[in-house]
T-cell receptor
Framework: AQKVTQAQTEISVVEKEDVTLDCVYE???????LFWYKQPPSGELVFLIR??????QNEISGRYSWNFQKSTSSFNFTITASQVVDSAVYFC?????????????FGQGTELSVKP | GAVVSQHPSRVICKSGTSVKIECRSL??????MFWYRQFPKQSLMLMAT?????????EQGVEKDKFLINHASLTLSTLTVTSAHPEDSSFYIC??????????????FGPGTRLTVL
């Protein structure tokens, strides 16, 4: 069965701290895609990254970086030098290539609070 | 690019009335759109998958007669909550699947509609 687990329900950090949001997934597919979305208080989900199962290269985009490790079925997200504007709920999601019609399977989300 | 709009952003209605929510892909064509429901402090729950020109596919437990979905064009899908009741109050979010035409294309989300039924 497909499943995404974000074990951290809430994280609170002080501005400029680095923070890592964990994501562990389960799937039987060999071809799948992983996503991270940000949901600020306004409610809109903002797409951050999409990674396919054949590309294990880590990615960096400004203060954001992602570590994909198939061996541990994890796709963790790190924010470096966090800012108050990073406060939001972050969702990790999985989409399988050949099952479920490409539906997104979401984790429960991690609420990040960055305090000044 | 990949902008999805939703209208209205907020609606308050009386019990028993019907409410229509629109979801539009503004700068790309979306053959597939999705409708989600989100309760406070919870994750998104997929309600249905909407394909242009065909009937929507509903998730288990979602009443198709209660939540009517129409995907009349490649840029517009609508969700109508019929005979709304207070328990239908929620945050409804749509998404449109990206342009490459593959089932695992990125889904881009609308800003959501907060429905309150009195």
């Amino acid at each position: 069965a497909q499943k995404v687990t974000q074990a951290q329900t809430e994280i609170s950090v002080v501005e400029k701290e680095d923070v890592t949001l964990d994501c562990v997934y389960e799937t039987r597919d060999t071809t799948y895609y992983l996503f991270w979305y940000k949901q600020p208080p306004s409610g809109e989900l903002v797409f951050l990254i999409r990674r396919n199962s054949f590309d294990e290269q880590n990615e960096i985009s400004g203060r954001y970086s992602w570590n994909f490790q198939k061996s541990t079925s994890s796709f963790n997200f790190t924010i470096t030098a966090s800012q108050v504007v990073d406060s939001a709920v972050y969702f990790c999601a999985l989409s399988e290539a050949y099952n479920q019609g490409g539906k997104l399977i979401f984790g429960q989300g991690t609420e990040l609070s960055v305090k000044p | 690019g990949a902008v999805v709009s939703q209208h209205p952003s907020r609606v308050i209605c009386k019990s028993g009335t019907s409410v229509k929510i629109e979801c539009r892909s503004l700068d790309f064509q979306a053959t597939t759109m999705f409708w989600y429901r989100q309760f406070p402090k919870q994750s998104l729950m997929l309600m249905a998958t909407s394909n242009e020109g065909s009937k929507a596919t509903y998730e288990q437990g979602v009443e198709k007669d209660k939540f009517l979905i129409n995907h009349a064009s490649l840029t517009l899908s609508t969700l109508t909550v019929t005979s709304a009741h207070p328990e239908d109050s929620s945050f409804y979010i749509c998404s449109a699947r990206g342009r490459e035409g593959h089932s695992t294309d990125t889904q881009y989300f609308g800003p959501g509609t907060r429905l309150t039924v009195l």
